[in-house]
């Protein structure tokens, strides 16, 4: 028999254990409390445990005199040694102890050892560097440094370890990581130099693959019009612009005729854009790399996957004016590099001082821009010349197609007869995971590729794999005095191939390039060939008398951009690598011929010049195509009209409807004009990427305005019909799932400009506060201000040397890669207002004093 509701005894059992369940609950509460404030009071303390120590004194083993290091409101050190090697060990101190993260990062990227940071998901990202073996290069260059280059690069390294050694806790991202920073060798800063080739360069022959398939598959003609080797944009330093090839007649290639009835093909979803937004990407694309629950975010260690267009971006402005030019007589340069900005940025500011040994009645003083991990200045000025970089897309590598033999298998011919593959395992290792083991093949020429459309073997020649040319890296630049020595230097380093532009003080201005130019023999290197014979190779290097230069132009005016800059025997030396369009060379060139007189305020405002006159012209053909016939009871279209009538000021301003409309039109007109035309490619070739031809705009464009019947695709009538459909598109992406008008779908909604910590996305709730606030930003990629998603200008430099207190210096982010740090981002809003800020480090905040 139950006991009766209302039962005294049960009820006071049941009150004493819910009274005992809530003193439970209230003492796990208590725990939990207790536990969390403990967990915070620790994270705290660890964080605060791993700032880089701004003042006071600190041992570093191996300096040969005390060295001085102060630092001013931004964080910009400048530091005092008596040698170049204690000024290395001094700097390799401060990068570790302000940006040791990024530096792991890099070197592991290079080295394809990411996997073992951050685990499984970055396994594939490995896999595919792994075919370079650059620590086994990098290792060798070492073996191969100069004896002074050697020992500041021992210095760097034994100053990076004891700058990491003096935190009291690891930097913040191996907390989150759950994992311990490993020691910096020597190898490792030629692994960072390496990285920046993988950002800069074609690290797998993807152009001239895409040239390869084109002229395998389409006609020539029709394969050289589609692969312009200029255009009207073209504003080359000599010469002029190239004549663009004729569109070929339907007796060469009537695609129209020859597709009638087949199925279309789209461009693969892997080169296609958002069409709603620009997503501001850290640059490893697919793989996230989980932490417990939690996603990192893509990490942000160089930009080796990118979207079509943002491969477009990673280039540069660099221009500069003699010194009779001026008011104060003194050579004015201008350099901003455009990468992926990450937080922290690219580059780490300094200003180093050593007494110089030739010199020694004054010290040397450099200062600019270093790369956290490389104990080099890389652009900026010593007082006596100043420098700075673009990137060439000159081609710097070659496809080699192997020949075989069944019967002699794993082997391959070479000028000395059939030889086998050099087999080697690659292990990677894996954070929390068994190793991965693959095997990786080489040949005398270089890695093996994966085979092209049509099953052939292929090698991979790339300046990159060549250790001799790495080993004289270190610090070039720094010493020279005047403008042929900074020229003499610079050729012939194992770095990434810049334009190199140099002013001296004297106010003499120069253009060559800065890095190792392969002598090509028996080849061009535009398309893939066989080099088994011996009559088609690389035969060493050129020599410093061979380099192409310009020295004082007669209109005392440089520019570049990462387009085409010479013509005839220079540019032959160099190569096509798929230079840029040419819009941002072509507006700098015009801005710079606009005027007599220059100062450093008029170049920063040629580096902040937004004008849209790379889109103009598709406007105009907007406009034409939308006639009152086109529009006539179509609203959505008379709309866009409007828009593009009274919204347009000739600038990529931020707030234009007018601009983002006309982009977008563009670019999607452009995606189904190439689906169409090169749509055997695509079928034939499944990697096939048009986009790695980056003068494509100048056969894109004259297929629209010409508008050639047979190259049209047949569910289209007419061209116009076509251009009508892709704006009743664009508008239908523009306004999806959006109120408001087509006016107020303007380009900073479209461009969203943020910059990302690599580990935000790790972080609950406090992640984002690692990140840059988002901004509304104008310019494209084609104005020399460029911004486009997460890549823009990584600094903005204006310099006279010998007039150093009068130059400009710009930095996205801060210094320092410590979010509790006062210099992590109190550089950004002056670079995102384009104010001018001091090229040298103001007054000393604080100082620090390194001693044997």
């Not at 800065?514 to 060939?529: A, K």
């Amino acid at each position: 028999m139950g006991t009766p509701v209302g039962d005294p005894a049960k009820m006071d059992r049941v009150g004493r254990g819910g009274r005992r369940l809530l003193r439970a609950l209230a003492l796990l509460l208590v725990v939990l409390t207790f536990a969390a404030g403990a967990a915070v009071v620790w994270g705290r303390a660890e964080l605060r445990g791993s700032l880089p120590q701004l003042d006071g004194e600190r041992r570093v083993p191996g300096l040969e005199a005390p060295v001085a290091v102060t630092r001013d409101r931004l964080g910009i050190p400048t530091i005092r040694a008596r040698t170049r090697a204690d000024a290395a060990r001094a700097t390799g101190f401060l990068h570790a102890q302000d940006r040791f993260f990024q530096m792991d990062l890099a070197r592991r990227r290079a080295a394809g050892e990411l996997a073992a940071l951050v685990g499984i998901r970055a396994l594939a990202v490995d896999r595919e560097i792994r075919v370079h073996r650059f620590r086994a290069i990098a290792r060798r260059a070492v073996a191969l440094l100069g004896a002074d280059d050697h020992t500041v690069l021992e210095a760097y390294t034994a100053g990076v370890n004891a700058g990491l050694d003096a935190l009291s806790a690891p930097p913040f991202e191996y907390l989150v990581l759950r994992q311990t920073p490993a020691r910096w060798t020597p190898e490792d800063t030629l692994l960072v130099i390496l990285s920046m080739f993988v950002t800069l360069q074609d690290d797998e022959g993807s152009y001239e693959a895409t040239l390869a398939t084109m002229h395998d598959v389409l006609p020539a003609p029709m394969a050289e019009f589609l692969a312009p080797a200029g255009s009207e944009w073209d504003a080359p330093l000599v010469g002029g612009a190239y004549p663009l090839r004729p569109i070929p007649g339907p007796e060469v290639y009537d695609l129209r005729s020859k597709r009638h009835g087949k199925r279309q093909l789209p461009i693969p979803n892997v080169q296609r854009p958002n069409p709603e937004r620009v997503e501001s990407r850290l640059g490893v694309g697919g793989w996230q790399v989980g932490v417990g629950s939690w996603d990192v975010g893509e990490l942000g260690v160089g930009s080796w996957e990118l979207g079509r267009e943002e491969r477009e971006a990673i280039g540069s402005n660099s221009f500069a004016v003699a010194g009779r030019l001026t008011d104060a007589g003194g050579a004015l340069l201008a350099n901003d590099m455009h990468l992926t900005i990450r937080v922290p940025n690219t580059w780490y500011r300094a200003s180093l001082e050593w007494l110089d040994s030739s010199h020694p009645e004054t010290p040397l003083r450099v200062t600019g821009v270093t790369l956290p991990g490389v104990p080099a200045v890389v652009v900026g000025s010593n007082t006596h010349i100043a420098w700075g970089f673009t990137n060439t897309y000159a081609d710097w590598n070659d496809i080699v197609l192997l020949e075989t033999d069944p019967s002699r298998p794993n082997q391959y011919r070479t000028p000395d007869g059939w030889r086998p593959f050099e087999q080697r395992e690659a292990m990677i290792e894996i954070a929390g995971e068994a190793p991965d083991r693959h095997e990786v093949r080489w040949t005398i020429w270089g890695p093996v590729l994966e085979p092209d459309h049509r099953g052939r073997p292929r090698a991979y020649r790339w300046v990159a794999h060549a250790p001799e040319r790495l080993a004289g890296s270190i610090t070039p630049m720094e010493t020279a005095r005047t403008l042929e020595q900074a020229l003499d230097q610079a050729n012939g380093v194992g770095a990434p191939g810049q334009n190199v532009v140099v002013v001296d003080r004297a106010g003499r201005i120069g253009w060559s390039i800065y890095g190792s130019i392969p002598r090509r023999v028996g080849i061009d290197g535009r398309l893939p060939t066989s080099w088994a014979d011996g009559s088609r190779r690389w035969d060493g290097w050129l020599s410093d008398e061979e380099y192409p230069r310009v020295v004082d132009p007669a209109d005392g005016r440089i520019w570049t951009a990462n387009a085409r800059v010479v013509d005839g025997p220079m540019l032959a030396r160099l190569g096509d690598g798929s230079y840029e369009i040419g819009s941002r060379a072509h507006i700098i060139r015009d801005r710079l011929m606009a005027r007599d007189r220059f100062t450093a305020r008029d170049l920063l405002d040629i580096a902040l010049d937004t004008r849209a006159d790379f889109l103009a012209r598709w406007r105009t053909l907007l406009l034409e195509t939308l006639t009152p016939d086109a529009i006539h009871g179509r609203g959505e279209r008379s709309s866009f009209r409007d828009v593009l009538e009274r919204d347009w000021s000739g600038q990529a301003s931020a707030d234009s409807a007018a601009y983002r409309l006309t982009r977008a039109v563009r670019q999607l007109l452009s995606e189904r004009i190439t689906a169409f035309v090169l749509a055997e490619c695509y079928e034939a070739d499944p990697t096939f990427d048009y986009t790695n031809v980056r003068r494509r705009d100048a056969a894109l464009w004259r297929l629209a305005t010409e508008q050639p019947l047979h190259l049209l695709d047949p569910q289209y009538a007419t061209w116009n019909e076509l251009i009508l459909d892709t704006v009743d598109d664009t508008i239908a992406n523009a306004m999806r799932d959006r109120g408001g008008s087509l006016g107020d779908r303007i380009w900073s909604e479209y461009n969203e400009v943020t910059f990302r910590h690599p580990l935000s996305a790790a972080i609950p709730l406090a992640g984002r506060w690692l990140d840059m606030p988002r901004a509304a930003l104008p310019g494209d990629l084609y104005t020399p201000r460029v911004h486009w998603g997460a890549i823009g200008a990584s600094e903005r430099m204006i310099v006279s040397p010998g007039r150093e207190a009068e130059g400009i210096m710009h930095m996205p982010t801060g210094q320092s890669g410590h979010p509790l740090s006062p210099f992590y981002a109190n550089s950004h809003g002056a670079w995102l207002a384009g104010e001018p800020t001091p090229f040298l480090p103001g007054p000393a905040v604080h100082t620090l004093r390194l001693v044997p």
